[in-house]
Nanobody, 114 residues
Framework: QVQFVESGGGLVQPGGALRLSCAAS????????MSWYRQAPGKERELVAH???????NYADSVKGRFTISRDNGKNTVYLQMNSLKPEDTALYYC????????WGQGTQVTVSS
């Protein structure tokens, strides 16, 4: 079955950095677009970034220039490098595959606070 295991979250001060990882299984990873989403308390889940099979990327305006999405098809893993973090980046972060059902992992918590 499809599984996502997100990791790399934590508590970081404003201006800091984190690298999130999402290990995927249960589908042909290299063929599909992968995305990172986030959900802050009391807010709807939002798309942060996505990366296509040929590594074309797109970002939400709120993270452009600060976040970088990448993928390693040999490891079935998608990454999110987050730099210059802000308190408003605090959220539960999830990865998702596009076009292969509606599956979500447990997410990884990112908290940006001094």
């Amino acid at each position: 079955q499809v599984q996502f295991v997100e990791s790399g979250g934590g508590l970081v001060q404003p201006g800091g950095a984190l690298r999130l990882s999402c290990a995927a299984s249960g589908f042909p990873f290299s063929v599909y677009t992968m995305s990172w989403y986030r959900q802050a308390p009391g807010k709807e889940r939002e798309l942060v970034a996505h990366i296509t099979r040929d590594s074309t990327t797109n970002y939400a305006d709120s993270v452009k220039g600060r976040f970088t999405i990448s993928r390693d098809n040999g490891k079935n893993t998608v990454y999110l490098q987050m730099n210059s973090l802000k308190p408003e980046d605090t959220a539960l972060y999830y990865c998702k595959v596009h076009g292969w059902g509606d599956y979500w992992g447990q997410g990884t918590q990112v908290t940006v606070s001094s």
